[in-house]
């Protein structure tokens, strides 16, 4: 790795696929310009954990979506499948990804605990959300995180970060 300046800015210079690239640091100090050298130089010898590292929950929930619509035209699943998870989707999206403004604030998938998603249990509930509505949200956060594990977007596991057995309580019949 070499760093140089052009006019306040640092550059570094790193190879990609054994080919030598110049890329910006966007640093005007040098030790910032070298921490983030550092981080190019890590990214370029693992891309797949680069990627991983900044994918967003819109980008898991994009691949589930694609995917009941592929299956939809494909005959396997109903169109009526695909716009419910759109649906549950876009609830996961408003909030978890926006912020109190309206503002989209994407959420990384590498940061995604158990906590984030108790709360927004507790969100919804707030809203008026009823259980069995929750639960539907959480098998589509649930499916779009198993599609971000195999597509390399994640490295997490679901079942860490979802509720175990949540599911709305059932009427019983007397």
Known sequence: MRL???GQVWYAQVYENGVRVQRTTRCHDRRAAELCARQLERDAADPA?????KAT?????QLLLAQRREQAVAGRRSFETAHFYETK?????RVLETAQDGSYVPFPLAGLQARHVDGYISRRRAEGAHEATIAKE???LRAALKLAVRAGLW??????????????VRATAS
């Not at 954990?49 to 590292?53: I, K, L, S, T, Y």
């Not at 929950?57 to 929930?61: P, T, Y």
């Not at 490295?155 to 709305?168: E, I, K």
């Open 57 to 61: 929950l819109s980008d898991a929930l």
């Open 89 to 93: 989707a876009g609830h996961l999206v």
């Open 138 to 140: 959480l098998v589509t």
């Open 49 to 53: 954990h680069a990627a991983a590292a």
């Open 155 to 168: 490295f997490g596991n679901p079942a860490a970060v979802l509720p175990v057995a949540f599911a709305p």
């Open 4 to 6: 140089f300046k052009r």
